[in-house]
């Protein structure tokens, strides 16, 4: 799908990437830009200012539903990587997290976007344990205050489809970062290339209607199965295994450690939050 001519001629006149300040977001920044002839950023957080008309850059608290509102206002498709990215109290999640993609979504049917790639996670199953294989049916298990977050904005994507005919593809994004940080990693990496691939395939595939797709590369211990979002055609060309040496010369975890028991590792311990 990038090819020269998806350059010269991108076949999207704008898109919205939220969360345009985080890791991620700055990472997509540029990879994006073959999709569209705008790229419209947003965060809430600083945004390296604008490097030429094919940029756009807006702040915006997602827990501002006007804000959100213009926005949204103009572009043909979203791409929702903003919120809070940890876990952290119910309160700080509530308004970026749960508000806030009540607002994409709203804003989505009230200025006509009918496609939305949302930025879900494995922290939807993260109570699951280390080895059992999941797929898209999976009864899901949330971990934390962020990953009920990911499952209501799972939900959100299912009703705003069947209520309005907004289509999206939500993806579980498993460990996305340059290398594997850790033994559980190396079952949940998902290399840069291989998101870029994913999107790329959420962005142009028809018919998506609401999709669940695992965001992992081809790791040999992986524990996801993506049968159920076939139709996208993802096909992860990167692995986790050039990277096992040098993990498991790491320290080896207790046994009791979440790292070592739980698919959604470290967050099913984390909090609780406010006691005294």
């Keep these: 799908m990038t090819t020269s001519t998806t350059r010269a001629h991108p076949p999207f006149n704008r898109l919205l990437l939220t969360g345009a300040a985080g890791e991620l977001g700055k990472m997509l920044r540029k990879r994006l830009k073959p999709f569209t002839r705008v790229l419209r950023l947003s965060d809430i957080a600083d945004i390296a200012p604008a490097l030429d008309e094919s940029e756009e850059i807006y702040y915006c608290d997602l827990a501002d539903k006007k804000a959100v509102d213009e926005l949204v206002q103009g572009v043909d498709a979203i791409l929702h990587f903003g919120g809070v990215s940890t876990e952290r109290s119910f309160e700080d999640i509530l308004g970026a997290n749960i508000c806030g993609v009540f607002h994409i979504y709203e804003a989505a049917r009230r200025h006509g976007v009918k496609r939305v790639i949302f930025a879900s996670s494995n922290h939807v199953i993260g109570f699951y344990p280390q080895g059992q294989r999941l797929d898209a ?31 999206t593809v939500s993806i579980r994004i498993g460990s996305s970062f340059v290398e594997p940080q850790n033994r559980r990693m190396l079952c949940t990496w998902l290399s840069y290339n291989d998101l870029t691939q994913l999107l790329e395939r959420a962005l142009f595939t028809a018919d998506v209607g609401h999709t669940v797709v ?31 040496s040098q993990v498991e010369a790491q320290p080896m975890p207790a046994a009791d450690d979440p790292l070592m028991l739980f698919q959604g590792g470290a967050f099913v311990a984390a909090g609780p939050f406010g006691d005294d």
């Design 137 to 167: 049916h999976s009864v899901r298990r949330p971990d934390s205050y962020y990953g009920l977050s990911k499952s209501y904005g799972e939900d959100m994507a299912s009703f705003y489809f069947d209520r309005y005919g907004i289509e």
């Design 214 to 244: 695992y965001g992992v590369s081809d790791n040999q211990n992986a524990w996801w199965d993506n049968r159920y979002a076939a139709h996208l055609g993802f096909n992860p060309q990167d692995t986790s295994e050039g990277f096992r």
